[in-house]
């Protein structure tokens, strides 16, 4: 659900409410398989990830990428979502009940529009960040 955010009601350090996502499942990564193509056998047979030398399978990237889109866009309609960049910085296990979060770190002008760039993180349960960016939103 989307709120009308304006440029000028927002500070630098201002904090988007949490996503708090449910632990992650088998169900969860064989949904998101289907959803977004992404059959990468890492992700959804136990066999083939312990013979790659994983103790189980583990989500796709782009599934907490998703995660943190959907944090966005709770906040503002994706028709303004500027930018989106992110880095992976470790793998989210079963089990892991992940955490969004975004803080605007710089209000600034882009080609004529007002924009907010944002720290964007998801990190599970131990605190460990999995995936870290930014953000930029175009605001009114």
């Known amino acids: ?3 009308t955010i304006t440029y000028d009601a927002i ?3 201002s904090e988007l409410p949490a996503l708090e996502i449910a632990p ?3 169900t969860t990564l064989c949904l998101f398989a289907g959803a977004s193509g992404d059959h990468n056998a890492i992700h959804i047979d136990t066999d ?4 790659a030398g994983m103790p ?4 796709q990237g782009m599934l907490g ?6 944090l966005l866009t709770r906040w ?3 028709s303004q979502l500027r930018r989106f960049d992110v880095r992976f910085q470790g793998i989210t296990h079963l089990g892991n009940a992940m955490r969004c979060t975004a803080r605007v770190v710089e209000k600034l ?6 924009c907010l760039r944002l720290e964007i993180q998801s990190s599970n349960q131990f605190g460990q960040n999995k995936i870290v960016g930014e953000a930029l939103i175009a605001l009114p």
């Open 1 to 3: 659900m989307t709120t």
């Open 11 to 13: 500070e630098v350090g």
């Open 24 to 26: 992650v499942d088998r």
């Open 48 to 51: 083939f990830a312990r013979k």
């Open 56 to 59: 189980d399978v583990f989500a």
């Open 65 to 70: 990428m998703a995660w943190l889109g959907r």
């Open 76 to 78: 503002v309609p994706q």
């Open 109 to 114: 002008e882009r080609n004529g529009e007002r």
